[in-house]
T-cell receptor, first 118, second 114 residues
Framework: EAQVTQNPRYLITVTGKKLTVTCSQN?????MSWYRQDPGLGLRQIYY???????DKGDVPEGYKVSRKEKRNFPLILESPSPNQTSLYFC?????????????????FGPGTRLTVT | AQSVTQLGSHVSVSEGALVLLRCNYS??????LFWYVQYPNQGLQLLLK??????LVKGINGFEAEFKKSETSFHLTKPSAHMSDAAEYFC????????????FGTGTRLLVSP
């Protein structure tokens, strides 16, 4: 089954304690992204990756790191979490399809990780 | 820069009534437009998308949306609401940069009453 998986689904931690949220996709997608969802703000992109070893900042990258050592995995790292990083996090992966009808793409989302930093 | 505006953070309808969720976008390039649905405690699921071609797009669960370039709109509709449609709906715009970047609206929570 094609899917994006995230772990853990729920995490409560304390300020300053480093954590990693894992993301894995089995669709051989080149592109992967991390978003955070906050009430009234929708989803905002944190980082994205176009391929292995190619990453770039999204709209809200401060306080986060990512790595892309393998095509299927795209972990999100919080070196020193703070309470303002309490949020719902989504990983997504996507592809581009060519063809006569023009390019189209869509993002497939993981189930989300609810992070609370106290 | 691209942006998306969803009018109404909450929309309430009765079961069987028309559902209309509004989305307006701003884009300097031909847009790719998406509607996603998020059920409680779940991730986002693609409802429908507009890339090129026919401006009336049909999606899953009886939803459809019409791309109106002159109005920069991509409103989501469903003729008859069902209780199971209660969820949060997000409109998103993407471009053709090749970087898959999506800009999301702030979401509209659909409430369906019996």
């Amino acid at each position: 089954e094609a899917q994006v998986t995230q772990n853990p689904r729920y995490l409560i931690t304390v300020t300053g304690k480093k954590l990693t949220v894992t993301c894995s996709q089995n669709m051989n997608h080149e592109y992967m992204s991390w978003y955070r969802q906050d009430p009234g703000l929708g989803l905002r992109q944190i980082y994205y990756s176009m391929n292995v070893e190619v990453t770039d900042k999204g709209d809200v990258p401060e306080g986060y790191k990512v790595s892309r050592k393998e095509k299927r995995n795209f972990p999100l790292i919080l070196e020193s979490p703070s309470p303002n990083q309490t949020s719902l996090y989504f990983c997504a992966s996507s592809h581009i399809r060519g063809g006569a009808s023009g390019r189209s793409y869509e993002q497939y989302f993981g189930p989300g990780t609810r992070l609370t930093v106290t | 820069a691209q942006s998306v505006t969803q009018l109404g953070s909450h929309v309430s309808v009765s079961e069987g009534a028309l559902v209309l969720l509004r989305c307006n976008y701003s884009s300097s390039v031909p847009p790719y437009l998406f509607w996603y649905v998020q059920y409680p405690n779940q991730g986002l699921q693609l409802l429908l998308k507009y890339t090129t071609g026919a401006t009336l797009v049909k999606g899953i669960n009886g939803f459809e949306a019409e791309f109106k370039k002159s109005e920069t709109s991509f409103h989501l509709t469903k003729p008859s609401a069902h209780m199971s449609d209660a969820a949060e709906y997000f409109c998103a715009v993407g471009d053709d940069t090749g970087f898959q970047k999506l800009v999301f609206g702030t979401g509209t929570r659909l409430l369906v009453s019996p």
